[in-house]
């Protein structure tokens, strides 16, 4: 396996490079400022031992805690109580015990120094020449170049005038792109789910620091002052009451809604350091935790309206539903936004503020029967317009309310956002595994070339073979041997190669 530096001035685009490897190859990735949730616990992240990083036995067994720098005391704490260089050398140690057990990674290392002070440097080398034996690592530095160079086996310097063409080793103006094809060569990690991962999860999340609590505490304080505003209200204001119940329990679950974004942004660069398994499986975890904090919400909403109230009008299993579909209506958007797309923090906000905004615009819940003709109809769409209708004594005042199935068309109303949703990832998925193939098949056919044979031999020398052989790229093969005729033993193995005649349909 090879250790490979890429170095240049600051604004080159050494990061950009490091990025664009991680696009077009699966690999094990720390960025220079990787995001981790403030609020997880070192001593809860799964199969991890903390005991070996640097000086973990003096602070254990001496408690000299002024020597610690790093170690020991991080052991149990919070991430937002790390500094930039614990961080760094954490993560580093966690991709180096879970990739212990595997072979054949790439694994890409944004400026693993920086941070760092010097006295763990000789850690951080000696774990990297470990590495180097099992896996590619391809690091970006801008600190002790010259050890790292030294380690190197290839270094690969990118210019901030030409960003078309990098330097690897003494081979002038090789082409970017097919540098980055030539490096992104290794095996995807397989990390399996199981127990732990789930009790991480929950450990996590259903701490102190997690949101739940504080979600819970702002529901108790917000709709206890609802029961003093409101109590003992007599019928026929039921639709203050329930315009009121239904601004508390919006803006009590929000904030955990809006987070959901950030959350989204950790948990993708967590799993890149490895710190947890499925992605997916967690934003699947994420979303039915808070699916459930809005259940809980609209059932405090339901109970404190009908306790509130001398009379039973909004009281039975219709008004529970319709309370709990038509607040998932105005919240959901900002879920599956937040949770299952890469819009960032505003664009989330704004999209979904959307069915809130339009629900006041167009159900004409404070308005009954009015509204352009035509545009009124729009009202058809919103949960809210439905549970209008079946409030009673007002429902006959609404305009267009159904005579029957209200509480069918009130649930469809509030899926239509899901539902539309479910198709448009559907749609995107075929997309882009057509388009995946098409893009792989391009890649394929430029890893053919000679170029990149010969940059693959420039890379990693004879164990450039395994790669162009799994390519199936005889032809270069052969090439390859003619110009190599004074090396016998890689002659030798192409030769042996040439014998077993492999598969070259790939």
């Not at 905004?357 to 819940?365: E, G, K, P, R, V």
Request: some cysteine; charged content about 20%; hydrophobic content about 45%.
């Amino acid at each position: 396996m090879t250790l490979t530096v890429c170095v240049g001035a600051s604004g080159s685009g050494k990061t950009t490079f490091l990025n664009d490897v991680h696009k077009s190859h699966k690999c094990t990735y720390i960025r220079q400022y990787h995001n981790l949730r403030p609020y997880i616990k070192v001593s809860a992240i799964p199969a991890f031992d903390p005991t070996k990083l640097p000086y973990w036995d003096i602070y254990v067994n001496e408690k000299k805690d002024k020597s610690i720098l790093v170690g020991g005391t991080i052991a149990g704490q919070f991430m937002a109580g790390l500094s930039g260089g614990q961080r760094k050398l954490l993560l580093f140690e966690l991709i180096f015990q879970r990739t212990a057990s595997q072979d054949n990674l790439l694994i890409v290392l944004d400026e693993p120094f920086a941070g760092v002070t010097d006295d763990f440097v000789p850690f951080i080398v000696g774990r990297l020449n470990e590495m180097r034996k099992k896996h590619n690592i391809l690091l970006v530095t801008n600190d002790h170049v010259e050890t790292l160079k030294t380690m190197a086996d290839n270094t690969v310097i990118v210019s901030a005038i030409d960003r078309t063409k990098v330097k690897i080793n003494e081979k002038e103006g090789v082409d970017r792109d097919t540098a980055l094809l030539a490096m992104s060569i290794g095996d995807e990690y397989t990390q399996n789910s199981n127990n732990q991962d789930l009790k991480f999860f929950l450990d996590v999340e259903l701490s102190k620091n997690g949101g739940v609590f504080g979600v819970a505490g702002f529901a108790v304080f917000s709709f206890g002052l609802f029961l003093l505003t409101f109590w003992n209200s007599n019928g026929g204001s039921e639709p203050l009451v329930l315009i009121a119940a239904g601004i508390v329990s919006f803006f009590t679950a929000n904030p955990y809604f809006l987070q959901l974004t950030d959350w989204r942004i950790y948990q993708n660069e967590e799993a890149e350091a490895l710190l947890h398994s499925s992605k997916m499986m967690n934003k699947m975890l994420k979303f039915g935790l808070t699916m459930t904090i809005l259940v809980v919400i609209c059932s405090l909403q339901y109970g404190v309206i009908n306790a509130c109230l001398t009379v039973d009008t909004l009281a039975g299993s219709n008004f529970y539903f319709g309370i709990l579909f038509d607040s998932l209506s105005l919240l959901i958007t900002v879920a599956l936004l937040g949770l299952f797309t890469n819009m960032s923090f505003e664009a989330v906000q704004i999209f979904g503020g959307m069915p809130f905004l339009m629900m006041i615009f167009f159900s004409t819940t404070f308005s009954p029967g009015a509204g352009l003709n035509g545009l009124k109809n729009l009202r058809y769409l919103f949960a809210r317009f439905y549970l209008w209708c079946m409030v009673p004594g007002y429902g006959e005042l609404m305009e267009g309310c159904p005579e029957n199935n209200n509480m069918l068309y009130l649930i469809l109303a509030s899926l239509t956002v899901p539902i539309l949703f479910v198709c448009y990832k559907g749609a995107k998925a075929v997309y882009n595994k057509a388009k995946g193939a098409q893009a792989m098949t391009s890649r394929r056919e430029s890893m053919k070339t000679y170029e990149f044979a010969e940059l693959q031999l420039e890379l990693f020398g004879q164990k450039a073979l395994r790669n162009l052989k799994h390519i199936g790229s005889v032809a270069n093969l052969e090439k390859l041997a003619g110009s190599l005729h004074s090396n016998s033993d890689m002659a030798a193995e192409i030769d042996a190669d040439e014998e077993k005649k492999p598969d070259c349909s790939v």
